[in-house]
């Protein structure tokens, strides 16, 4: 499981769905006991735990629904793209079926001035468009094709990286089925991948101390 501070207040924990059950338990040991109202606990202290469904699960309007409909295995189809790498693959459940990972080099900022700073501004600009277009091109090889298979689509790590690579109006049926949820993520290898299906499975929990 894994926690980091939510905007506004609170935190964003992410948690298996294989393990919800405990969460619960737990959150309720911790917190002299809970009520719930649809997906929201909360502790007889305050506290609060606002749960939200895994990418791709159907919506659902209490705990035991989400307890259900958590660990089913789903085809997803997953997009990461950071610093011209990117990553796409297909995932059922647990499982990733299908990868591939590549990267494009684009150059890091500079804090040289003048003319020199507008040049490697061209540049870098140009690096950035080929590496988007890469990501396109590896986008509609792997995932276009399954795209009626997917149930959703689960981007993560830069986020205008990954919005260039989707702009390609060949990508638009990939569009439509674009979870909100962003996954933070570092620069895509086969591994990040890897770990990123576990992170779209996950039940994510807004959990707000009194």
Do not use: C
């Not at 939510?6 to 006991?33: I, M």
């Not at 089925?177 to 576990?198: N, S």
Request: aromatic share 4%; charged share 25%.
């Amino acid at each position: 499981m894994s926690a980091r501070p939510a905007a506004g207040g609170g935190r964003w924990v992410d948690v298996p769905p294989e393990r919800l059950d405990r969460w619960v338990e737990n959150f309720a040991s911790r917190h002299g006991g809970h009520t719930a109202q649809g997906l929201v606990l909360t502790g007889t202290d305050g506290a609060t735990a606002e749960l939200f469904p895994p990418p791709g699960a159907p919506p659902v309007h209490d705990l035991d629904a989400l307890r259900e409909q958590a660990g089913q295995p789903r085809r997803i189809g997953l997009l990461l793209a950071r610093k011209g790498a990117v990553a796409a693959g297909v995932a059922h459940g647990a499982t990733l079926l299908t990868s591939k990972v590549d990267t494009h080099y684009v150059q890091g900022r500079t804090a040289a001035g003048g003319w020199s700073q507008q040049r490697f501004a061209r540049r870098r600009d140009n690096q950035a468009r080929a590496a988007a277009a890469d990501g396109s091109a590896i986008a509609e090889r792997l995932l276009l094709p399954e795209v009626r298979t997917l149930r959703t689509l689960v981007t993560g790590g830069d986020r205008t990286a990954v919005d260039a690579i989707l702009a390609a109006p060949s990508l638009a049926p990939l569009l439509r089925i674009r979870h909100e949820r962003f996954l933070d993520v570092p620069e895509p290898r086969r591994a990040v991948l890897e770990e990123a299906v576990a992170q779209a499975r996950a039940v994510r929990i807004l959990v707000r101390d009194p």
